[in-house]
């Protein structure tokens, strides 16, 4: 069997245990809170998630830095010396500078490692998006699938990957430039959730609005309906952001319905939850396409 190593970054927000199952390395990412540097690892290993979130309620302040080229080339460094290849998948060049910076790396270890193989992928996916996208992936390289074909199957199903996401708090997003200060004053007073989707260009969009949390888990459902293909034969990502109750009342929405064939729920880690603020809650499938 080829050697190689699949990894990709913790803005993926796939559970520990998978990634462990299906040998996937993943890269850990530098965020602060009020000032204070940890390292996101997808174990929690620094910080909790919950109380990561329970800062942010309390209007603690949070920042993110991508990952820099130090430190995907001391990641890297190790299994190209042990004799690997590499398959990264990357969180969307459409939101971070991640995929630009490591090409840089990778031209340079290429120079050293001239026998070694590594190939980038920019997964243009984003969150449980790219989780889903790298889950299907270490299925596949489990199977025995070798790398330059499992790196094709990524291309060519990364524009099917479908993201859907409903924020609590609109000021996070307006702190980020998404939105407008007064659309988010609407949005608080008249209980407006965004819905928000990741397009074509792996950029973030607000597609609609939903009035009424009673109304976001329908919303939802609606979504993997419309878009979804063959969904009753897949396995979906919900993932939370300190909402498990809801991202609960979500699956089993989706099973009772016999919408989906299996689910995985997942924590939002902080690096995407510095960006989304607590409470958010996302759904993500396979579909035909995703939206331009």
């Given amino acids: ?43 929690a290993r620094q910080l909790s998630y919950q109380a990561f979130y329970q800062a942010m309620r309390t209007g603690r302040f949070s920042t993110t830095s991508q990952i820099n080229y130090k430190e995907f080339s001391s990641f890297f460094q190790p299994f190209l010396e042990s004799g690997k290849d590499i398959l990264y998948i990357c969180f969307t060049s459409g939101m971070s500078g991640t995929y630009n910076t490591c090409r840089i790396a990778v031209a340079d270890l290429q120079k050293k490692y001239p026998d070694r193989k590594i190939v980038i992928v920019d997964s243009l996916c984003a969150s449980v998006g790219e989780g889903l996208l790298v889950y299907h992936a270490g299925l596949k390289k489990r199977a025995g699938m070798q790398l330059s074909a499992l790196a094709d199957w990524v291309e060519q199903n990364k524009q099917r990957v479908c993201h859907w996401f409903v924020v609590d708090d609109l000021e996070h997003l307006k702190r980020g430039g998404r939105i407008g200060t007064v659309t988010a004053a609407f949005g608080k007073a008249l209980q407006i959730k965004p819905l928000l989707s990741v397009d074509s260009d792996g950029k973030l969009t607000t597609v609609a609005k939903i009035r009424g949390a009673s109304k976001v888990l329908e919303g939802l459902a609606d979504r993997l309906i419309s878009d979804g293909a063959n969904t009753k034969e897949q396995t979906v990502i919900i993932g939370h952001a300190d909402v498990l109750e809801d991202a609960q009342a979500l699956d089993r929405l989706l099973k009772e319905r016999g919408l989906i064939k299996d689910s995985i729920i997942a924590d939002i880690g902080p690096v995407i939850g510095t960006h989304v603020g607590a409470g958010m809650l996302a759904l993500t499938f396979m579909g035909e396409r995703r939206m331009k």
């Fill in 1 to 43: 069997m080829e050697n190689y190593v699949l990894i990709s970054d913790c803005t993926l927000d796939l559970p520990a245990q998978h990634c462990s199952e299906l040998d996937i390395h993943v890269i850990p990412m530098e965020f602060t809170l009020d000032g204070r540097p940890f390292k996101h690892y997808i174990d």
